[in-house]
T-cell receptor, first 114, second 113 residues
Framework: DTAVSQTPKYLVTQMGNDKSIKCEQN?????MYWYKQDSKKFLKIMFS???????INETVPNRFSPKSPDKAHLNLHINSLELGDSAVYFC?????????????FGPGTRLTVT | DAKTTQPTSMDCAEGRAANLPCNHS???????VYWYRQIHSQGPQYIIH???NNETNEMASLIITEDRKSSTLILPHATLRDTAVYYC??????????????FGKGTKLTVNP
């Protein structure tokens, strides 16, 4: 069983479109995260949710809106996609905020905006 | 959090030990050292962490110097599947729910046959 799963694995879309990426974890963790890894391979945190509540919100354009319907799911919706949004997006989870440094990552979603 | 310095890249022969250094000369007494790795096209993977004492698990060993200014991650018998970027991260246990992983550039380890 996959611990942290993401769908889709690949996403190719045009500028201006709206798209969503889904993440699910079956580890029973309370905290989930979204990261962006750009073309230079820098990996940066975007958001963190604990028990469906937003606890970390980095400087991210408000076109990005995370949604956590329950503590096992954290989805990322992106409005009005831009070329610079092309990246690999990783979802992760941890037991709780106190275990933020022991995270389990998903396989990533490669987003290409044309 | 303390800054870390790692070599950009390293090579290792398959079956030999891979020793990956990390310099964290400004580390404070309550800061932990964490190691992650990212195999190509996969999500990062937690490896090990420590505070003062050396640590070992099924994946690796972590050796922290007595002054805690540097550490070494040891993969005792490197395999081709250990080829990855290895990240050394230090953190302080602040609590409060605002802690976050901050990834640097890491060390690209290539294990050669």
């Amino acid at each position: 069983d996959t611990a942290v799963s993401q769908t889709p694995k690949y996403l190719v879309t045009q500028m201006g479109n709206d798209k969503s990426i889904k993440c699910e974890q079956n580890l029973g963790h309370d905290t989930m995260y979204w990261y962006k890894q750009d073309s230079k391979k820098f990996l940066k945190i975007m958001f963190s949710y604990n028990n469906k509540e937003l606890i970390i919100n980095e400087t991210v354009p408000n076109r990005f809106s995370p949604k956590s319907p329950d503590k096992a799911h954290l989805n990322l919706h992106i409005n009005s996609l831009e070329l610079g949004d092309s990246a690999v997006y990783f979802c992760a989870s941890s037991q709780g905020p106190w275990k933020a440094f022991e995270q389990y990552f998903g396989p990533g979603t490669r987003l290409t905006v044309t | 959090d303390a800054k870390t310095t790692q070599p950009t890249s390293m090579d290792c022969a398959e079956g030999r030990a891979a020793n990956l250094p990390c310099n964290h000369s400004t580390i404070s007494g309550n800061e932990y050292v964490y190691w992650y790795r990212q195999i190509h096209s996969q999500g990062p993977q937690y490896i090990i962490h420590g505070l003062k004492n050396n640590e070992t698990n099924e994946m690796a060993s972590l050796i922290i110097t007595e002054d805690r200014k540097s550490s070494t991650l040891i993969l005792p018998h490197a395999t081709l599947r250990d080829t990855a970027v290895y990240y050394c991260i230090v953190r302080v246990a602040k609590g409060g729910g605002s802690e976050k992983l901050v990834f640097g550039k890491g060390t690209k380890l290539t294990v050669n046959p």
